[in-house]
T-cell receptor, first 112, second 113 residues
Framework: GNSVTQMEGPVTLSEEAFLTINCTYT??????LFWYVQYPGEGLQLLLK?????DKGSNKGFEATYRKETTSFHLEKGSVQVSDSAVYFC???????????FGQGTRLTINP | DAGVTQSPTHLIKTRGQHVTLRCSPI?????VSWYQQVLGQGPQFIFQ???????GRGNFPDRFSARQFPNYSSELNVNALLLGDSALYLC????????????FGPGTRLTVL
């Protein structure tokens, strides 16, 4: 079946550090891939997405590239801020299906 | 524009009771999906409704049911509550024709004692 595996957390970094959160997936066909962010006490917000191989999604300084050959969609940011502290979820959806399959989430804490 | 709204925000129930959670999608969105997020885990898909019809169902027991109304709002019902049903229940809405672009509400925190 379809599944998403994320880097184990929690991750703690200093402000302005480089961030990578690893995400790999298993799916038949060609899924769309997403990163969602969940701030404390809030619901999920779509951070970025990519719908086909080699697409790069980007938003708010975050980037992720859809790598079909390695079935990966790693999240990166060049210089993190305290306000980036949140839980990050990698997810996939097959074709036109509305069903999102999420990873277990990675808690990120940025210290000033 | 208002985002997805859910009510109530928090709810405490005891085992065996039933619960109804409500969701109002973003104006113009015709699809609503429900997810269960147990503490420390990623959300799990429960249902998807589009134009008042069930279009998808996750691996949840029949105690879970849902429906969508003519105004596209939705209810999630859970009967015979178990301790393991304690979770954050998230509703997400999507515009018609925009597959996979889902917008999430803040969730309802259900605690079963």
């Amino acid at each position: 079946g379809n599944s998403v595996t994320q880097m184990e957390g929690p991750v703690t970094l200093s402000e302005e550090a480089f961030l990578t959160i690893n995400c790999t997936y298993t799916a038949t066909g060609y899924p769309s891939l997403f990163w969602y962010v969940q701030y404390p006490g809030e619901g999920l917000q779509l951070l970025l997405k990519a719908t086909k191989a080699d697409d790069k999604g980007s938003n708010k300084g975050f980037e992720a590239t859809y790598r079909k050959e390695t079935t990966s969609f790693h999240l990166e940011k060049g210089s993190v801020q305290v306000s980036d502290s949140a839980v990050y979820f990698c997810a996939l959806a097959r074709g036109g299906a509305q069903k999102l399959v999420f990873g277990q989430g990675t808690r990120l804490t940025i210290n000033p | 524009d208002a985002g997805v709204t859910q009510s109530p925000t928090h709810l405490i129930k005891t085992r065996g009771q039933h619960v109804t959670l409500r969701c109002s999608p973003i104006s113009g969105h015709k699809s609503v999906s429900w997810y269960q997020q147990v503490l420390g885990q990623g959300p799990q898909f429960i249902f998807q409704y589009y134009e008042k019809e069930e279009r998808g169902r996750g691996n949840f027991p029949d105690r879970f049911s849902a429906r969508q109304f003519p105004n596209y709002s939705s209810e999630l019902n859970v009967n015979a509550l178990l301790l393991g049903d304690s979770a954050l229940y998230l509703c997400a809405s999507s515009p018609a024709g925009s597959y996979n672009e889902q917008f999430f509400g803040p969730g309802t925190r259900l605690t079963v004692l």
